[in-house]
């Protein structure tokens, strides 16, 4: 029922009924004012739940928004804001949330108290994945995920400030002001639609006029103010080290982002999150329309609406007598008001009860009626919502994120913040147990001006009059009584459960908590613990203080991976780095494979090509009979100048360099300090103090961070510089018999073999552009890399690849190139793979012995110089299993192929249409020593067994004759 | 977590490589006992307490960074340029 009469109302639809709701009031709200009571099912006996609280904190009441992959769960309606169109779902029940066939859990209810799961299903083991689990899931839990990829927007940002207030109450809001004044930069966070904290909620004065007032003119202030920011709908959910705040901002507006994940750093913080009401653990709470005493004063007060028709209120401290004579004001009648404590003076024109207790409720899907003990007998009392308020628990919980532990408070029976607990990070007001209005404002002004004195400025105090009563509550846990007493709603925990873990021994709050499951549903037990710790205590004989506190972990609330994530899905995850010919290459119909983050051809289909390996086939015919054309630019370029880049060259590699002559290039190999190959790669010296290194794609980004390395931390001594120049140049391989007549259709100036002789770079003029020649070969052919400046690389790429189909030949992918190198036995990390040794890949003469460089001392370890090591032998197959396979491992002819009798592993394969005939590199044991031997391989994963000889790694034109002509 | 990079000032961490104890300053000589070589390239302490290591600024300057901080508190001392570090 509403209050007051809205000027605008929309329409939701809640499980497909029409609602009306104010825009931005909260769901909650709406669905109260509709008189839909019953909301939810409970997570474990599927009980009927209503609306519990008006905040973050809430229980019961969580709700599916969306349909479709826009699906989300286990949203609370109580901070859902209502918009038209919107679509509200219950969850947890079928097929509906009235009839909902699970509440059957309810009935078998005794026999699955605490611990049921770990004592029931723990045998046959089997059982537990085929059918416990998977009908336990089915029975309890919360709202689902759709399944499908979520299309929603999120956002994450990163703030900066002198000052983070957490929380917009008179605390916060008197802090912000204060250290606002005096000029820090301030963000001010508050979960809520609006600031004000409970001033929005509650009947006040402050400096003489309504609260709500005084928020208002606050507000102004500090909006106008440069260096504050206001950030409502903003909770912070984490405290890290250094200053580091995580918070998540629910996004307003139809078009942007749902929501946003901040990063806030801050030199100081001040803690103004307010405290949480806590519920009483009296027999069957938890009927939907019994709800916190606070949520029922919001409601009334802030949302103008009243949760029943006539209420009733049960509380242990002065806040229950507040309600009442709130809803008096509102016009709801209060049928009965009634007070645990026996010493209180209480007036009213209502019934009411001092000394009593609620010891029993009725109402199957919603509150009838409540049963009072009072003075030795009971009373029966017709009532549709019930406020219970068993005191206020401060929000300590950001305080514990870095392993603080909170402190016990006798005189309030809470537990508040240990100073200290968060380096920089100080609590003030109801957080911190300071609770009258007064010394809220006081004490958050207070604060304020300490940290911003801290900061060098010279805030001043002023503090308006208000409110200054004082706190009095007498502690009330449990209430005896027949049914269960529900202490943590979310996850279905009652006192007896918790006495249960007490009797079996889980006396530790920690063991309690996980027999029990308390305080770990979503909410993290915020309003439970406290009355869970309280009972343990009871049931341990032992003082709460002593019992402890479970650790507040973050987040504070819920965070939706999506947000923590955002901006990292999809290409966000892995960019995309794209060669100068991509595109004409993708609009010749190649497919592309990723390269790291590159994507370069696979192989370029023909018309009448129906296989991949037609195409490959005829790449290869390309090269090795007339001219093909190779996008290589993926390679890493390192340009390296300075007096003693010669010297760093010789260092880095196994190989000299130093001796390298000007318009030369050189084949390198560079170790790893531990003497394994780390990367090869082709050095050319464009000058005496200018090289330029070519890595493997693969080892582009390790191999420059590797000589930063080299020149910063190991040898500082040397004067040289490196910088990538991969993006800079593009580079094209020209391979073949006809790559010099291609050529020198497009050079400035004819070449021939005199003036280029294998190995030979320099500049030269491509059709009119600056660019850089050199003669190495990939292939085996007679082979280029010709580049320009990446801007030209498109025209280029064009130009060649013409050129080559005029004389024959034509483009080539990556799959060609791979039959190319494995024909002539060239590696890459298929074989330098991070296990293998220069002497393992044959190499070992080129590790240099009149230097140092890096890797030489260890490689010299007699285990890397054993002969018995796996050495890179050449596979042909010999029977009648033609087919190799990487991966496949290799086994002495009559051994049975199992680890023990390992022999070595094919590392790469390819069908050669120049042997025709499939190729195997491969690691052998003594391999070297085995040409001619045959030996099994062994595809345990695709089941192939093929028959293979032993032979020399270089399958074609072992004396290089082409690659010189 | 931020390191104050002496180039660049406070940064993330995401815009920096780790690499792991400051020992790799100090390479042993090429011809320096197999005990040493084994140190420098294998034992590690693991200490609770304070430690320096090395972090390179990748997405940042290009500077190779040690950094002396603590596992416990996780507290961040300060760091100095490779370069410049005493060996
Ligand atoms: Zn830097």
Same mark, same amino acid.
């Given at each position: 029922?509403?209050?007051?009469t809205?000027?605008?109302?929309?329409?939701f639809?809640?499980?497909?009924?029409?609602?009306?709701?104010?825009?931005?009031e909260?769901?909650?709200?709406?669905?109260?004012?509709?008189?839909?009571k019953?909301?939810?099912?409970?997570?474990?006996?599927?009980?009927?739940?209503?609306?519990?609280?008006?905040?973050?904190?809430?229980?019961?009441?969580?709700?599916?928004?969306?349909?479709?992959?826009?699906?989300?769960?286990?949203?609370r309606?109580?901070?859902?804001?209502?918009?038209?169109?919107?679509?509200v779902?219950?969850?947890?029940?079928?097929?509906s949330?009235?009839?909902?066939?699970?509440?059957?859990?309810?009935l078998?209810?005794?026999?699955?108290?605490?611990?049921?799961?770990?004592?029931?299903?723990?045998?046959?083991?089997?059982?537990?994945?085929?059918?416990?689990?998977?009908?336990i899931?089915?029975?309890?839990?919360?709202?689902g995920?759709?399944?499908?990829?979520?299309?929603?927007?999120?956002?994450?940002?990163?703030?900066?400030?002198?000052?983070?207030?957490?929380?917009?109450?008179?605390?916060?809001?008197?802090?912000?002001?204060?250290?606002?004044?005096?000029?820090?930069?301030v963000?001010?966070?508050?979960?809520?639609?609006?600031?004000?904290?409970?001033?929005?909620?509650?009947?006040?004065e402050?400096?003489?006029?309504?609260?709500?007032?005084?928020?208002?003119?606050?507000?102004?202030e500090?909006?106008?103010?440069?260096?504050?920011r206001?950030?409502?709908?903003?909770?912070?959910?984490?405290?890290?080290d250094q200053?580091?705040y995580?918070?998540?901002?629910?996004?307003?507006?139809?078009?942007?982002?749902?929501e946003?994940?901040?990063?806030?750093?801050a030199?100081?913080?001040?803690?103004?999150?307010?405290?949480?009401?806590?519920?009483?653990?009296?027999?069957n709470?938890?009927?939907?329309?019994?709800?916190?005493?606070?949520?029922?004063?919001?409601?009334?007060?802030?949302?103008?609406v009243?949760?029943g028709?006539?209420?009733?209120?049960?509380?242990?401290?002065?806040?229950?007598?507040r309600?009442?004579?709130?809803?008096?004001?509102?016009?709801v009648?209060?049928?009965?008001?009634?007070?645990?404590?026996?010493?209180?003076e209480?007036t009213?024109?209502?019934?009411?009860?001092?000394?009593?207790?609620?010891?029993?409720?009725?109402?199957?899907?919603?509150?009838?009626?409540?049963?009072?003990?009072?003075?030795?007998?009971?009373?029966?009392?017709?009532?549709?919502?019930?406020?219970?308020?068993?005191?206020?628990?401060?929000?300590?919980?950001?305080?514990?994120?870095?392993?603080?532990?909170?402190?016990?408070?006798e005189?309030?029976?809470?537990?508040?913040?240990?100073?200290?607990?968060i380096p920089?990070?100080?609590?003030?007001?109801?957080?911190?147990?300071?609770?009258?209005?007064?010394?809220?404002?006081?004490?958050?002004?207070?604060?304020?001006?300490?940290?911003?004195?801290?900061?060098?400025?010279?805030?001043?105090?002023?503090?308006?009059?208000a409110?200054?009563r004082?706190?009095?509550?007498?502690?009330?846990? *449990?209430?005896?009584?027949?049914?269960?007493?529900?202490?943590?709603?979310?996850?279905?925990?009652?006192?007896?459960?918790?006495?249960?873990?007490?009797?079996?021994?889980?006396?530790?709050?920690?063991?309690?908590?996980?027999?029990?499951?308390?305080?770990?549903?979503?909410?993290?037990?915020?309003?439970?613990?406290?009355?869970?710790?309280?009972?343990?205590?009871?049931?341990?004989?032992?003082?709460?203080?002593?019992?402890?506190?479970?650790?507040f972990r973050?987040?504070?609330?819920?965070?939706?991976?999506?947000?923590?994530?955002?901006?990292?899905?999809?290409?966000?995850?892995?960019?995309?780095?794209?060669?100068?010919?991509?595109?004409?290459?993708?609009?010749?119909?190649?497919?592309?494979?990723?390269?790291?983050?590159?994507?370069?051809?696979?192989?370029?289909?023909?018309p009448?090509?129906?296989?991949w390996?037609?195409?490959?086939?005829?790449?290869?015919?390309?090269?090795?009979?007339?001219?093909?054309?190779?996008?290589?630019?993926?390679?890493?370029?390192?340009?390296?100048?300075g007096?003693?880049?010669?010297?760093?060259?010789?260092?880095?590699?196994?190989?000299?360099?130093s001796?390298?002559?000007?318009?030369?290039?050189?084949?390198?190999?560079?170790?790893?300090?531990?003497?394994?190959?780390?990367?090869?790669g082709?050095?050319?010296?464009?000058?005496?103090?200018?090289?330029?290194?070519?890595?493997?794609?693969?080892?582009?980004?390790?191999v420059?961070r590797?000589?930063?390395?080299?020149?910063?931390?190991?040898?500082?001594?040397?004067?040289?510089?490196?910088?990538?120049?991969?993006?800079?140049?593009a580079?094209?391989?020209?391979?073949?018999?006809?790559?010099?007549?291609?050529?020198?259709?497009?050079?400035?100036?004819?070449?021939?073999?005199?003036d280029?002789?294998?190995?030979?770079?320099?500049?030269v003029?491509?059709?009119g552009? *600056?660019?850089?020649?050199?003669?190495?070969?990939?292939?085996?052919e007679?082979?280029?890399?010709?580049?320009?400046?990446?801007r030209?690389?498109?025209s280029?790429?064009?130009?060649?690849?013409?050129?080559?189909?005029m004389?024959?030949?034509?483009?080539?992918?990556?799959?060609?190139?791979?039959?190319?190198?494995?024909?002539?036995?060239?590696?890459?990390?298929?074989?330098?793979?991070?296990?293998?040794t220069?002497?393992?890949i044959?190499?070992d003469?080129?590790?240099?012995?009149?230097?140092?460089?890096?890797?030489q001392?260890?490689?010299?370890?007699p285990?890397?110089?054993?002969?018995?090591?796996?050495?890179?032998?050449?596979?042909?197959?010999?029977?009648?299993?033609?087919?190799?396979?990487?991966?496949?491992?290799?086994?002495?002819?009559?051994?049975e192929?199992?680890?023990?009798?390992?022999?070595?592993?094919?590392?790469?394969?390819?069908?050669?249409?120049?042997?025709?005939?499939?190729l195997?590199?491969?690691?052998?044991?003594?391999g070297?020593?085995?040409?001619?031997?045959?030996?099994?391989?062994?595809?345990?994963?695709?089941?192939?067994?093929?028959?293979v000889?032993?032979?020399?790694?270089?399958?074609?034109?072992?004396?290089?004759?082409?690659?010189?002509? | 977590?931020?390191?104050?990079?002496?180039?660049?000032?406070?940064?993330?961490?995401?815009?920096?490589?780790?690499?792991?104890?400051?020992?790799?300053?100090?390479?042993?000589?090429?011809?320096?006992?197999?005990?040493?070589?084994?140190?420098?390239?294998?034992?590690?302490?693991?200490?609770?307490?304070?430690?320096t290591?090395?972090?390179?600024?990748?997405?940042?300057?290009?500077?190779?960074?040690v950094?002396?901080?603590?596992?416990?508190?996780?507290?961040?001392?300060?760091?100095?340029?490779?370069?410049?570090?005493?060996?």
């Open positions: 029922m509403r209050l007051r809205p000027e605008h109302m929309v329409t639809t809640f499980d497909g009924k029409p609602v009306q709701g104010i825009p931005g909260p769901v909650a709200a709406a669905l109260l004012a509709h008189g839909q019953l909301v939810a099912r409970s997570f474990k006996y599927h009980r009927p739940r209503g609306i519990m609280s008006a905040g973050s904190e809430e229980q019961n009441a969580l709700v599916t928004v969306g349909r479709g992959a826009q699906t989300e769960p286990n949203v309606a109580t901070i859902l804001e209502v918009s038209e169109g919107l679509e779902f219950s969850q947890n029940a079928w097929p949330l009235k009839y909902d066939m699970m509440a059957v859990n309810d078998i209810a005794p026999f699955l108290g605490a611990g049921f799961y770990y004592k029931t299903f723990m045998w046959p083991k089997a059982f537990w994945e085929k059918l416990y689990e998977p009908v899931r089915r029975a309890a839990g919360l709202g995920l759709s399944g499908q990829t979520n299309p929603d927007q999120y956002e994450k940002a990163f703030g900066f400030c002198d000052i983070l207030i957490v929380g917009a109450g008179p605390a916060g809001l008197m802090a912000a002001r204060t250290a606002g004044r005096a000029g820090a930069d963000v001010l966070a508050d979960e809520d639609t609006a600031m004000g904290g409970r001033l929005l909620r509650e009947v006040e402050v400096d003489g006029t309504a609260g709500t007032e005084w928020v208002a003119t606050v507000l102004d500090l909006a106008a103010m440069d260096n504050v206001l950030m409502t709908r903003t909770t912070v959910t984490g405290a890290y200053g580091t995580a918070a998540l901002e629910r996004v307003v507006g139809k078009d942007g982002p749902l946003c994940f901040w990063r806030i750093v030199k100081r913080t001040i803690l103004c999150a307010g405290a949480l009401e806590r519920p009483i653990a009296f027999p709470n938890e009927r939907p329309g019994i709800m916190m005493a606070s949520a029922v004063r919001s409601y009334v007060n802030r949302w103008g009243a949760p028709k006539a209420v009733t209120i049960f509380g242990n401290n002065d806040d229950a007598h309600t009442a004579h709130d809803l008096v004001a509102a016009g009648k209060v049928a009965a008001l009634i007070d645990s404590r026996d010493d209180v209480a009213g024109d209502f019934p009411i009860y001092t000394g009593a207790r609620v010891v029993a409720t009725k109402g199957r899907h919603a509150l009838e009626a409540i049963t009072v003990s009072h003075d030795g007998g009971t009373r029966d009392i017709r009532t549709d919502c019930l406020a219970m308020s068993g005191g206020w628990n401060p929000t300590v919980h950001l305080t514990c994120h870095m392993n603080g532990r909170p402190a016990w408070r005189d309030i029976a809470s537990f508040v913040p240990t100073p200290d607990s920089g990070m100080v609590a003030a007001g109801a957080c911190n147990g300071t609770f009258s209005t007064a010394a809220c404002l006081n004490e958050g002004a207070q604060v304020a001006a300490e940290v911003a004195g801290g900061l060098g400025l010279e805030p001043r105090v002023t503090v308006p009059a409110e200054d004082t706190y009095r509550i007498m502690p009330l846990w *449990a209430v005896p009584g027949k049914g269960r007493k529900w202490i943590d709603f979310q996850n279905d925990v009652h006192v007896k459960d918790i006495k249960l873990a007490a009797q079996e021994n889980f006396r530790s709050v920690e063991h309690m908590k996980r027999y029990t499951t308390q305080g770990m549903a979503p909410d993290q037990g915020k309003s439970s613990n406290v009355v869970a710790l309280a009972v343990l205590a009871d049931a341990t004989g032992r003082g709460i203080p002593e019992t402890g506190t479970t650790t973050p987040p504070y609330v819920p965070v939706p991976i999506a947000a923590m994530g955002a901006g990292s899905q999809g290409k966000g995850f892995a960019p995309e780095r794209l060669t100068t010919s991509h595109k004409v290459t993708v609009a010749q119909a190649a497919p592309m494979i990723e390269a790291g983050l590159w994507y370069r051809p696979s192989y370029f289909p023909k009448g090509e129906t296989h390996r037609q195409s490959c086939d005829r790449e290869v015919g390309f090269v090795r009979n007339a001219v093909g054309v190779c996008d290589v630019s993926t390679l890493g370029k390192i340009d390296i100048q007096p003693d880049a010669a010297a760093l060259l010789d260092f880095v590699y196994a190989n000299t360099f001796t390298l002559k000007r318009g030369k290039v050189r084949y390198g190999l560079m170790l790893r300090e531990d003497g394994h190959v780390m990367d090869d082709t050095t050319a010296r464009l000058g005496d103090q200018h090289f330029v290194m070519t890595t493997t794609t693969a080892a582009a980004g390790l420059m590797h000589l930063e390395f080299v020149l910063q931390v190991l040898r500082p001594d040397l004067d040289a510089r490196v910088m990538s120049v991969t993006e800079q140049w580079q094209f391989a020209v391979a073949g018999p006809k790559a010099r007549a291609l050529l020198n259709t497009v050079l400035d100036r004819e070449i021939t073999n005199d280029w002789p294998f190995m030979a770079c320099g500049p003029g491509v059709a552009v *600056a660019g850089r020649l050199f003669r190495i070969s990939f292939s085996g007679h082979a280029y890399e010709v580049a320009v400046p990446a030209f690389g498109e280029l790429f064009r130009l060649l690849v013409t050129q080559a189909e004389l024959g030949g034509g483009a080539y992918g990556m799959e060609a190139l791979n039959v190319l190198r494995i024909e002539k036995g060239f590696i890459t990390h298929a074989e330098i793979h991070g296990r293998t220069a002497l393992d044959g190499m003469r080129m590790v240099s012995l009149k230097k140092d460089c890096v890797g001392a260890a490689s010299r370890r285990g890397l110089l054993d002969e018995d090591r796996e050495q890179l032998v050449g596979l042909k197959p010999v029977g009648a299993v033609k087919q190799l396979t990487a991966g496949a491992h290799l086994f002495e002819q009559r051994a192929a199992v680890r023990a009798n390992g022999q070595g592993y094919v590392t790469s394969v390819c069908y050669s249409p120049t042997l025709q005939t499939n195997g590199l491969a690691f052998l044991k003594g070297r020593a085995r040409h001619g031997e045959v030996v099994q391989m062994v595809d345990h994963l695709r089941g192939i067994t093929a028959q000889t032993v032979c020399d790694p270089v399958f074609f034109d072992p004396d290089g004759g082409r690659a010189r002509g | 977590m931020r390191l104050t990079c002496p180039n660049c000032g406070e940064r993330d961490r995401r815009e920096f490589y780790y690499y792991g104890d400051a020992i790799a300053l100090r390479r042993p000589a090429p011809d320096a006992v197999p005990e040493a070589w084994d140190d420098y390239l294998h034992n590690r302490k693991n200490p609770a307490g304070d430690t290591d090395l972090w390179f600024h990748e997405a940042g300057c290009g500077a190779w960074l950094v002396d901080r603590n596992t416990v508190t996780h507290a961040v001392h300060g760091a100095t340029l490779a370069e410049k570090a005493k060996r």
